[in-house]
């Protein structure tokens, strides 16, 4: 008897490989949403964690499910979680700091405690279980997952439905309420207010910021503004973008100033043709 | 194999997603563990209605994801005015509830 329950749970080859392919990939993508340090590369992790489980979802006998894990979640949910990192800045990522002394060793102690309390669980009481399965004479049968799921919902389940309407209605006015921002009401300032504030030291300085490109012979945001002495003017740096180092610039610094070699009669750019 | 595998997966992938939330400071990297968690939970109720044979699993699975959306929409916006305010997207500057 046992053996015969056990002959019943076991799973074809096909889903079998496709476990084992797509189990250790989803894994794999959780622990790599864990340990990366860029808050970007978390969520591609996780969208890749997330595809695997809709594609196991597929592999057992839940197509609609599975569709719906790769729409709605890789499809709308992480991309929103890509413009909220987008909207906070690349640069939001971890700090390296631990406030609470040895948080992530307990971290960890509790991490493998819990696994081994599911784990252990599962497997023991899970060990001998009957697989009665989705196939096409029981739950799936006849009109297939999808029209199946749909009679269930709006039979049994229609009042939680219902709720999830009312539930997702609060959500999108919940959301615009905490994201929308009054500027009418802060008090826009005038050109000369600002202007006086400016020079009352209200801003760290009075002009703006130099952009780049300014007295340097680019206007690319990567190349830095050069000061009239020629050297780099450092509050023009990009703190995202890696600026071009300023030995990079010498020869065009020089050909501006005139100092450089002279350009042949027939070149096109000065110093250019020298340089080969 | 037997389909208990699915649930091992299922617990390990919740197990990562708790330590991710005890261990990450970035609020948003913690939501995104907070998803992982629900997404595991997802995989054991697909795994049992496989195993018994009907289809309440799945549409418990159904409910947590419409949950798990409102969710994210909600905590998302809370996240960016907390980040309008405070200039910081860590869970460890947060200190206050107002201001």
């Known amino acids: 008897m046992l053996l015969a329950q056990q002959g019943a749970a076991t799973v074809s080859t096909g889903e079998a490989v496709s476990f084992w392919v797509l189990g250790p990939l989803a894994l794999a993508g959780a622990l790599g949403m864990i340990f990366a340090r860029n808050a970007v590369h978390s969520a591609l992790f996780l969208v890749m964690t997330m595809l695997s489980l809709g594609c196991i979802y597929m592999v057992q006998q839940a197509p609609f499910l599975g569709f719906v894990q790769i729409i709605v979640y890789t499809g709308a949910i992480m991309m929103l979680f890509l413009f ?193 | 194999m037997t389909p208990t595998y699915y649930l091992l997966l299922s617990a390990l992938l919740f197990t990562i997603g708790a330590v991710g939330v005890l261990v990450r400071r970035n609020a948003i990297v913690v939501f995104m563990c907070v998803e992982l968690m629900l997404n595991a939970v997802n995989l054991s109720l697909v795994t049992f209605a496989r195993l018994n044979g009907d289809l309440h699993g799945q549409v418990m699975g159904f409910f947590v994801m419409v949950v798990a959306a409102a969710e994210v929409v909600v905590g998302l916006a809370i996240i960016l005015s907390i980040f309008r305010t405070r200039r910081t997207a860590s869970v460890d500057d947060s200190n206050l509830l107002k201001y």
């Open chain 1, 84 to 276: 909220v990192l987008m909207l906070v800045g690349r640069d939001a990522s971890d700090s390296v700091v631990e406030v609470l002394r040895g948080q992530r060793l307990w971290a960890g102690v509790l991490g493998v405690g819990l696994a081994v309390l599911i784990t252990g669980a599962v497997a023991r009481s899970l060990i001998d279980v009957t697989d009665q399965g989705l196939a096409a004479d029981t739950a799936n049968g006849g009109r297939g997952n999808v029209a199946n799921i749909g009679q269930l919902i709006f039979s049994d389940y229609l009042f939680p439905f219902e709720l999830t309407s009312a539930l997702l209605i609060t959500a999108a006015v919940g959301a615009m309420v905490l994201g929308y921002v009054n500027r009418e009401q802060r008090g826009r300032r005038t050109q000369k207010e600002l202007v006086e504030a400016r020079f009352r030291g209200e801003h760290d300085r009075p002009s703006p910021l130099p952009g780049p490109g300014v007295f340097a012979t680019a206007n690319s945001v990567a190349t830095p503004a050069l000061l009239p002495d020629g050297s780099v003017a450092p509050e023009s740096l990009s703190r995202l973008i890696e600026s071009t180092t300023a030995d990079k610039l010498a020869a065009e610094r020089e050909s501006v100033a005139g100092t450089g070699p002279a350009a042949g009669t027939r070149a096109l750019a000065p110093g250019k043709e020298e340089s080969r």
